[in-house]
């Protein structure tokens, strides 16, 4: 395993992450979860990312349990704060109240004294944001929270934070959380230049756009039955990658990683990695094996003749 630089700061990350939507506390076994992370801590995986409200509040738990077995200091914990955990009012957001309680209850769950980095889920227009900023700042002064980060901010919405942290001379933002992969390429537009501007790394979520890139969906075929698409309670979210025509280009992209003998999980991964300004990949896994397949993508190098070539498949769609 490699290890990045998180932006401009002095936390290094695994190239490779291990995340826990959909998958741990919900739709995995806890056994199994156990497992998964357990594994992704032997091959080197330093870095895990979950949210508060994950199965509200359960991926946390799951995550705590496992990462108590390690030393605190070997393993990088990031977690998130904005979407709702109960229906009043004040259960949601960025307010000062929503982030301060919630830092609290991640900590109780995780069963930890801090997080490294606390994330704001998405940006909340009906705060004002000098207050969002003075409360995470003021985690950090607690010892709550080592660094912070956004995740999902359009490029506006970092630059204004990043002023106002600036004047106040405050602790700068150290991350944006997108969804990046070979099929959903905003970012590079707005996104990662200004990041990078105010040393900001990316650690990209859904590499494998929730497990399309691996090749297992193909254009009209069945779905595989013990997979992401195919479960009631959460396929809804793969729809957007399973028209024909993406589903044939990865395909296209499947053949590409095959003349470079390489698996098409380490093409994408590979693919994302190229970026200077992307920090680390956040994959899922449902299964150990999927990890010891995806943590060999770290080191990959492609040339500029192979990123051509993808370029063009990717023009196709
Ligand atoms: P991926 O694109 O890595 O998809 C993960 C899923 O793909 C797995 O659960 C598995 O599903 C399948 N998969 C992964 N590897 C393989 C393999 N080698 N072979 C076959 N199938 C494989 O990422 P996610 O969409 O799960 O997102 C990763 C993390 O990013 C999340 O856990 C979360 O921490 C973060 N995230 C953050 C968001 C945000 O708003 N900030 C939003 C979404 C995610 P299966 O086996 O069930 O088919």
Redesign the pocket.
Known sequence: MEYRQLGKSGLKVSEI???????YGK?VEDTTAEDCIRLAYEKGINFF???NV?EQGQAEKVLGKVLKEYDRDKVVVAT?VYFPMGDCPNDRGLSRKHIIEQCDRSLQRLGMDYVDLY?C??FDSSVPLEETIMALEDLIKQGKVLYTGV??WSAAQIEKAQGIIERKDYHKMISN???Y?LLQRYIEKEVLPVSESHGMGQIV??????????G?YKPNADI?K????A?KEIGR?VDRYMDNETLEAVQKLDSIADQLDL?L?QLSLAWILRQPGVSSA??????P???E??VQASGIKLSQDVLDEIDKVLEEI
Request: glycine fraction near 6%.
């Open positions: 992450a291990l995340g826990s939507w959909l998958t739709t990312d979950t949210a994950y998130k994330q889920h998405r995740s999902e959380q997108p969804v992969n979520f859904s590499p494998l756009a929730q497990g399309v890139l691996t297992k595989p013990d997979s992401r698409a479960n979210f698996s999980v956040i994959i899922g896994a449902s299964k094996s999927q990890i397949e995806n």
